[in-house]
């Protein structure tokens, strides 16, 4: 969903969490659009997601999907370029990017 400026929020949570588990989450988004976190967590996440790039090529229907996303948006970057343009993510893009964020759609599977 790279290109469709959605971000998507999953937790694991048993029914009687709802309420405190969205409280929370509306929580997190918060302290993000305040600068509420530190430069070691944006380090540790920009692992994460680049260790998620590096996995691109190992199926074929994830290096498909990451390709056809390209060709639909007409931006084309090579996994390379991608993990470095991760690197190079600041606070203050973070904190631009969480003030725009709105919570549009809640799933919540149950029994």
Request: aromatic share 8%.
């Amino acid at each position: 969903m790279r290109y469709k400026s959605n971000i998507y929020i999953t937790a694991g949570i048993e029914i009687e969490n709802f309420n405190k588990t969205i409280e929370i989450i509306k929580k997190q988004i918060e302290d993000m659009k305040n600068g509420d976190f530190t430069e070691e967590q944006i380090e540790n996440e920009k692992k994460g997601i680049i260790s998620q790039i590096n996995t691109i090529d190992d199926e074929q229907d994830t290096e498909i999907i990451y390709f056809l996303g390209q060709e639909i948006t007409n931006i084309h970057e090579g996994i390379e370029e991608y993990k470095e343009n991760i690197k190079k993510v600041t606070k203050e893009q973070i904190q631009n990017i969480a003030s725009k964020v709105k919570i549009n759609t809640i799933y919540f599977l149950r029994n």
